[in-house]
């Protein structure tokens, strides 16, 4: 799929970071598109720690305290000046919004900005007013000073390790026949009902964001097994939608068939009433 805005990003982007840290994830909470108010605002990701002494080794949730909202954009979409200070007025809004006063506390909040490409005007704009902009794993940066006011991280989803981050690199329409193989094979690992639902979500956008790569893998005679594997759930799914079309289809001919019979049936009957009320009427 040539064209960005006809992709939706967002669902698999939340399946993605739930299968970075399904290693906690019965620590976490999940809350996508988390509306605020009463009007249409929605944070893209809400991952809340359920107890608060849990340390996340995910170097995705390195930073995560009680309350991390996510924000992501698409490929074509900017990260900019006016995003981050969306994405803090929504987190200003998530912290004000708590049952009791301050029971949400500034400090148990942060706030992750996740994009494939490097937000260049973001950070020189968070750089040029006295803020520190440090690359704490590959891939992520943190940004602390004194205008920042909950922990905030930068995710550059293409720059970071992808063998440790797997599901976050696999949303691009850049992606290399190798990472493709490896991330059928992934697909292929997981048992867990929720975690092969996420994967699929984000398998679905990698297929069709990167046909000639899954296209030359179906081509591997080896790989191409595992995509069977990996795609036999659908294909039973619609060979039994087929076959149970084809049958309904075959009873509604049957239904059919019998109608005509009858019809013809009803017409043999009403004939040999006609010839014997004939009779009757010649004997008298």
């Not at 170097?59 to 996510?70: D, P, T, V, W, Y």
């Not at 919004?97 to 900005?113: E, G, H, Q, R």
């Not at 049957?254 to 005509?260: G, L, P, R, T």
């Amino acid at each position: 799929m040539g064209e960005y805005e006809k992709t939706q990003w967002h669902p698999p982007f939340c399946a993605a970071v739930k299968l970075e840290l399904r290693a906690d994830k019965n620590n976490l909470d999940f809350d996508t598109e988390h509306t605020l108010n009463t009007k249409p605002i929605q944070i893209d990701l809400l991952v809340i720690k359920k107890r608060q002494d849990v340390r996340i080794e995910n170097e995705i949730g390195r930073i995560f305290e009680g309350h991390n909202i996510f924000e992501y954009k698409s490929p074509k979409d900017a990260l900019g000046i006016d995003e981050y200070f969306k994405t803090l007025a929504y987190s200003c809004l998530y912290k004000a919004d708590c049952p009791k006063t301050d029971s949400i506390k500034a400090n148990d909040v942060t706030i992750s900005l996740v994009r494939e490409g490097r937000p260049r005007e973001l950070i020189k704009w968070f750089k040029e007013n006295g803020c520190e902009v440090i690359e704490k794993f590959p891939g992520i940066y943190y940004v602390t000073g004194r205008k920042i006011i909950f922990p905030t991280q930068i995710i550059v989803s293409s720059k970071v390790n992808k063998s440790e981050h797997q599901w976050l690199s696999a949303l691009t329409s850049k992606m290399n026949m190798k990472t493709g193989e490896k991330l059928i094979i992934s697909v292929n690992g997981l048992s867990e009902k929720d975690d092969r639902e996420n994967a699929d979500s984000v398998l679905q956008l990698a297929l069709s964001e990167n046909e000639g790569i899954f296209k030359a893998i179906r081509e591997d005679s080896s790989m191409c097994e595992a995509l069977k594997t990996l795609m036999k759930p659908e294909l039973d799914a619609a060979v039994n939608a087929a076959v149970s079309e084809a049958v309904e289809n075959t009873g509604k001919a049957k239904d059919a068939e019998y109608a005509s019979l009858l019809t013809a049936k009803d017409a043999e009957i009403e004939e040999l009433k006609a010839k014997i009320a004939a009779l009757s009427a010649e004997k008298h």
